[in-house]
C-alpha cells in the first residue's frame, strides 16, 4: 500500500507542476517540497529505551523530503542504541515518519574487569544504569561469560529449570557453569551431558532429603556429590 500511495503522490505532483506556467514553477515548486518536507517523527513501543534519545538520533531527518527518503537513512543513526534489536519503519504522508522499537531484553548482571554490565537477549553487553528498572536480574561471573550464558540459558529454560530461583551463574573456562539459588545452595554441571545433569538437578532439588545439602556435584557422569 505505501508504494501505491506513493506513486499516486508522484503522479499528483506531477500533475500539478504541469499545470503551472514557468514563471509560477519556482513558487509551485517550493510549495510542494515543503508539503512532503518530514515535520514529525512518532516513537512507539519503546519500553526501556528512552523516546528522547531516538529523536535526538534523528534530529536531522526532520526537513527532508518524505518521498525520497530512504529507511536506512533511519536506521544507522540509532545502531548505538543501548537495548535495540530492531525498528520497523512507516511513512505517514504527507509529513510522519512512524517508527515501531523492538527491544531487547536484560537477561543478567555481569562483572566484567572490575565493571557491571547488563548481558541482554542478544548477548550484547550494555554498560549498567542504576536507574533502570529490571526486576531482580541474576548476576553472572566469569571470563567469557557473555559468550556462552546465552546458550546455557537456553538448555535451561529448555528442560523447565526453576529459572527464577537463581541467583548467581559462574562460568568457568573449561566451557562449564555452576549455579547458585536464592537459598545458596550450590550446584555444579559438568562439562558435557548437560542436559541430563540439569534433569537430575531439577529433580534432586524437589527432593525432601536434599535440602540440606549446599552443593550438589554432578561433574562426574553418574555420580552425585553432595556436602
Request: glycine share 4%; net charge positive; hydrophobic share 40%.
Amino acid at each position: 500500500m505505501n508504494n501505491i500511495y506513493r506513486i499516486i503522490l508522484l503522479l499528483g505532483t506531477l500533475f500539478l507542476l504541469s499545470t503551472y506556467t514557468p514563471k509560477d514553477s519556482k513558487i509551485t515548486n517550493k510549495k510542494v517540497y515543503n508539503f512532503f518536507k518530514i515535520k514529525e517523527i512518532s516513537v512507539s513501543n519503546a519500553k526501556i529505551i528512552n523516546e528522547n534519545e531516538i529523536l535526538k538520533k534523528l534530529n536531522n531527518v526532520y526537513g527532508k523530503n518524505i518521498l525520497f527518503l530512504k529507511k536506512e537513512s533511519i536506521k544507522k543513526p540509532l545502531v548505538s542504541v543501548d537495548f535495540l534489536e530492531k525498528i520497523e519503519v512507516k511513512k505517514k504522508y504527507p509529513n510522519t515518519i512512524i517508527i515501531k522499537i523492538h527491544e531487547t531484553r536484560p537477561i543478567g548482571i555481569l562483572f566484567k574487569n572490575e565493571k557491571k554490565y547488563f548481558l541482554d537477549s542478544m548477548s550484547k553487553l550494555i554498560v549498567f544504569n542504576e536507574n533502570l528498572s529490571t526486576g531482580n536480574l541474576p548476576f553472572v561471573f566469569g571470563e567469557d561469560a557473555e559468550n556462552n550464558f546465552l546458550k546455557f540459558s537456553k538448555i535451561l529454560k529448555k528442560n523447565k529449570f526453576p529459572y527464577n530461583k537463581i541467583k548467581n551463574y559462574y562460568f568457568y573456562q573449561i566451557g562449564r557453569w555452576d549455579l547458585q539459588l536464592l537459598d545458596d545452595k550450590v550446584i555444579k554441571f559438568p562439562e558435557t551431558n548437560v542436559q541430563k545433569a540439569i534433569l537430575k538437578s531439577i529433580e534432586l532439588i524437589k527432593r525432601g532429603d536434599f535440602k540440606k545439602y549446599k552443593i550438589i556435584d554432578l561433574r562426574l557422569d553418574d555420580k552425585i556429590i553432595v556436602e
